[in-house]
């Protein structure tokens, strides 16, 4: 009977020691799922980030470009600008002198050939004088851009560093 009640409660122990392990196994099996279900959307959630991130760059690098060809197109209209108000100067200058001729005692009879001229340069002054307030237009077109521009990329350089301050 000794032998039973040994036998037996080895037996008991057996069991125990079974169903303690196969609810450790079935407790495991569920914390494994779980992190498994954890890892994968902190995967997503880094996919999304690196994707916005990408997304963000390439946006910002278009900008960027964008700014630097307004920029050289400014320099390029400052440049043409400053040509076209030496022309104009020098015309200014010529037809002062040829108007000085024209009122000068004795010269009161130019010649038609100097007439002709004298309005075709008149014209000619009136003419880049229109390009020039066109161009100042276009100068003020582009700088108002290059503003916009600014403003995009002084934008974008804030959401990457707010996008950087949340992946940290």
Not at 17 to 24: D, G, M, Y
Not at 51 to 73: F, I, Q, T, Y
Request: charged content about 35%.
């Amino acid at each position: 009977s000794k032998l039973e009640k040994s036998g037996h409660s080895e037996g008991g122990c057996w069991k125990s020691l079974s169903l303690f392990l196969i609810a450790a196994a079935v407790l495991s099996l569920c914390l494994n799922a779980y992190q498994f279900k954890l890892i994968d959307g902190y995967l997503r959630d880094i996919q999304e980030l690196n994707d916005n991130h990408n997304n963000k760059h390439s946006e910002w690098e278009a900008d960027r470009h964008s700014v630097e060809e307004c920029r050289a197109e400014m320099q390029k209209m400052e440049s043409h600008m400053n040509n076209r108000e030496t022309e104009k100067n020098n015309l200014e200058q010529e037809v002062t002198r040829l108007t000085k001729l024209h009122e000068e005692p004795g010269q009161d009879e130019l010649e038609k050939g100097q007439e002709e001229q004298l309005k075709r340069e008149q014209e000619e002054l009136q003419r880049q004088q229109e390009a020039q307030r066109q161009e100042a237009d276009q100068q003020r077109h582009q700088e108002e851009l290059n503003q916009e521009a600014e403003q995009l990329r002084q934008l974008l350089e804030g959401q990457q560093r707010q996008q950087e301050e949340q992946q940290h």
